[in-house]
């Protein structure tokens, strides 16, 4: 008899714990092969005072099994909590977010019978680092963090999941006409990457038009890969359109641990009535009995799936109104069904190449060696409030020069990122928040006509210029070339 192999299970919160049992019940009478460990985690944890939401004993089963079979959480609102999905994604490195919504056309009402898309969502970096802090009585800022490697390592994975699946377009929606330089990268990676797949076809969209499309023509996707808060937002708008938000299973993979889930949350608005629809989460634990490499418990599983959707039976979130059935009467349709495979829709096919469709690829990505990088100035942020920018322009002007000399000079003012010194408009509307440029006029190492090059002793000597006149700097980016490549934006209309 094939050993069990254990995994770490949380029954989570609102829906969780009635989804759970019933994914759970079929697995076992599917025959799958698991041991599952229950951890706690969440609301409860959250309450007692653990603003992680996990406790130590619950980190140990998840790195001593390395799968999590975990039903959706409630991140109590309020600053003190940190949402418990990103930091178990984060933490455990699940890079890749994979999120597949079908249409189940005719049995499950949906506009869109043909759509078939898969969303590869980066799952560590962007907005979601989670790095947030208010600057001053009126601007608070969240930091947008985008790697080379976080981009290398989910492009490849979304072409990779491509080839092993059969697939054969990816996509990639990022923001770059406005954020050049992190939407930029991912986009300039996709473009590297996408030449080393020929068979592949490859495009790119803006994800504003990207995300219309998807809900006006998602027939027209097929893997899309996107960053972080992108693929957060559309893999539910596809997930919806399939017909229900409810039945959208996850894996989030990484190089050690991968976590499986429904893409839906924690649903407190029918928490507890035992209506709730546990096909994300069955359809998340099918990916994970892959994953384990039961390929053929989760071919039974999911064509049982399939096969109660086409014999109609419907929780509430799809059945037209007084035809749906309950959680467990779902559950118990499934079972009955096990062995049977549908006839109308597509059945599975789960074999052992699949599996490694959902291990990490080799190479994860290409270290590079480091760019030659040169301090040529620096952005300082200043609080300050009823100041024109004129003023604060004369004001920092003399101070860049004294009482210390620091090489440095003004070059430019903005407020929430737009110019306006020098020559700004009466028009723009300015907040306590400026974002002041010093740029280098110390000629480079070697002689003049080189780039001018800033120093970290020049800028320390222009901050404390700034300091002895009173003025409050929230915080400064320093400015850098790499490889004579400008590490930083322009201001608008600068
Ligand atoms: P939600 O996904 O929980 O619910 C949105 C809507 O979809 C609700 O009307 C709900 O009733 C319905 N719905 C969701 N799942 C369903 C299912 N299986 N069957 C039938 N109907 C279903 O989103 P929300 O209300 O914005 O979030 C509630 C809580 O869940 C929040 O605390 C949020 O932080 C958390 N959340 C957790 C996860 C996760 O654990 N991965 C993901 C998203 C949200």
């Known amino acids: 008899m094939q050993q069990k192999t254990p995994i770490t299970v949380a029954y989570g919160d609102g829906i969780g714990p009635e989804i759970m049992q019933a994914t759970l019940q079929i697995l076992e009478a599917a025959g799958a092969q698991i041991a599952p460990e229950v951890i706690e985690i969440g609301e409860k944890i959250y309450l007692a005072g653990n603003t992680a939401g996990i ?46 919504c079908a249409a189940y056309h005719p049995f499950v009402p949906t506009l869109h019978p043909k759509m078939d898309v898969v969303i590869v969502r980066e799952n560590e970096e962007d907005l979601y680092a989670g790095i947030e802090h208010r600057q001053t009585d009126e601007v608070f800022q969240c930091l947008k963090l985008i790697t080379r490697p976080g981009c290398e390592k989910i492009v490849r994975y979304a072409f990779d999941y491509a080839v092993q699946h059969g697939r054969s377009k990816v996509t990639c929606m990022t923001k770059d006409n406005i954020m050049k330089m992190t939407d930029g990268l991912f986009h300039k990676v996709f473009d590297e990457i996408s030449a080393q797949y020929p068979n592949i076809k490859a495009d790119h969209m803006i994800i504003d038009i990207g995300a219309a499309r998807l809900a006006s023509r998602p027939e027209a996707f097929d893997v899309i890969v996107t960053p972080n808060l992108y693929g957060d937002i559309i893999s539910d708008i596809a997930a919806e359109l399939t017909g229900s938000v409810g039945l959208g299973g996850s894996a989030n993979i990484g190089e050690h641990v991968a976590m499986f889930e429904a893409i839906h949350g924690s649903a407190p608005d029918i928490a507890g009535q035992g209506i709730a629809n546990p096909s994300g989460l069955l359809l998340g634990a099918v990916m994970m009995l892959v994953h384990i490499g039961q390929h053929a418990v989760a071919q039974r599983v999911h064509n049982a799936w399939l096969a109660t959707i086409e014999a109609g039976v419907l929780t509430s979130d799809l059945a037209a109104a007084g035809q749906a059935v309950g959680t467990q009467a779902f559950a118990q349709a499934v079972i009955a069904r096990l062995g049977q495979s549908p006839t ?7 074999t052992a190449s699949a599996q490694q469709t959902t291990q990490t690829p080799k190479p994860l990505y290409t270290p590079r060696p480091p760019a030659q990088k040169a301090l040529v100035g620096v952005d300082v942020f200043v609080h300050t409030h009823g100041e024109s920018a004129e003023y604060l322009a004369g004001r920092l002007q003399t101070l860049a020069g004294q009482p210390r000399d620091t090489g440095l000079k003004l070059q430019m003012i903005t407020n929430r990122g737009v110019k306006v010194w020098p020559g700004g408009f ?68 600068q």
């Open 55 to 100: 406790a130590p004993t619950a980190w140990a089963s998840l790195r001593r099994t390395k799968v999590f079979l975990k039903a959706p959480i409630t991140t109590p609102s309020g600053s003190g909590y940190k949402s418990l999905n990103v930091t178990v994604r984060k933490t455990l490195g699940l890079y890749a977010n994979v999120r597949p």
């Open 344 to 350: 109308k829709l597509l059945a599975v096919q789960y």
């Open 426 to 493: 009466p028009e723009t509307f300015c907040t306590d928040h400026w974002r002041c440029r010093f740029m280098s006029q110390t000629p480079g190492p070697s002689g003049p006509g080189q780039p001018p090059q800033a120093s970290h002793s020049g800028i320390i000597g222009l901050l404390e210029n700034l300091h002895d006149d009173g003025v409050d700097f929230i915080k400064i980016e320093n400015l850098c070339t790499f490889d004579g490549e400008p590490g930083f934006a322009l201001g608008q209309g």
